[in-house]
């Protein structure tokens, strides 16, 4: 148990769905972040919400939207996805410093588009 | 660019055997560097933290070294058990940042 925690942990959609995927950590940190995670590829950065603050990566499609209403709940928001967004979609939190302080992980959304 | 570079991409070994992952990286001013483990199917978990300063640090059965003058890390697990079968994972932290820099991993399979 690393105090974050996703759902749903497994997720099948077709490419004209729009389902959601949910984070939430009891840990008292102040920045959350969304991860994709591919077969045989680094961990890729997709958003970050630290103090307030959203960061994106510029090459994540607009068909993935977060929303972070608060410290500690964390959403992503999927919509007409292809089948290569397929993956396991990681959220973290940390308590965000200069130099970087820890991630800790939740267990992972996996999901298949068809 | 800032990169993190793991080798072997995949290691196969017998329980009871020690192994040593690596990584080089090229972030550029260095911070940190993290050594996570990521079982099938789990999030990472934080093995050990280096910083600058630091050029071996130990947790249990893994020893983490870093020699910031080559940009190399290693990760030496030692007495394996199959419960090491994993991915490791090497992430680097540029100064002044907090948005770190990941490598691809090693997957290391323990065999009985």
């Known amino acids: 148990e690393t105090g974050v925690t996703q759902t749903p942990r497994h997720l099948v959609m077709g490419m004209t769905n729009k389902k959601s995927l949910k984070c939430e950590q009891h840990l008292g940190h102040n920045a959350m972040y969304w991860y994709k995670q591919s077969a045989k590829k680094p961990l890729e950065l997709m958003f970050v919400?630290?103090?307030?603050?959203?960061?994106e990566n510029n090459s994540v499609p607009s068909r993935f939207s977060p929303e972070c209403p608060n410290s500690s709940h964390l959403f992503l928001h999927l919509h007409t996805l292809q089948p290569e967004d397929s993956a396991l979609y990681l959220c973290?939190?940390?308590?965000?410093?200069?130099?970087?302080?820890?991630?800790?992980f939740g267990e992972g959304s996996r999901l298949t588009v068809l | 660019k800032n990169q993190v570079e793991q080798s072997p991409q995949s290691l196969i070994i017998l329980e009871g055997k020690n192994c040593t992952l690596q990584c080089n990286y090229t972030v550029s001013p260095f911070s940190n560097l993290r050594w996570y483990k990521q079982d099938t199917g789990r999030g990472p978990v934080s093995l050990t933290i280096m910083t600058f300063s630091e050029n071996t640090k130990s947790n249990g059965r893994y020893t983490a070294t870093l020699d910031a003058d080559t940009k190399q890390s290693s990760l030496h697990i030692t007495a394996s058990q199959l419960s090491d079968s994993a991915s490791y994972i090497c992430v680097v932290v540029s100064g002044g940042s907090y948005i770190p820099t990941f490598g691809r991993g090693t997957s290391l399979i323990v065999h009985p």
């Open positions: 973290a939190s940390s308590q965000a410093q200069r130099d970087g302080g820890e991630l800790f």
């Open positions: 919400y630290s103090l307030e603050e959203r960061v």
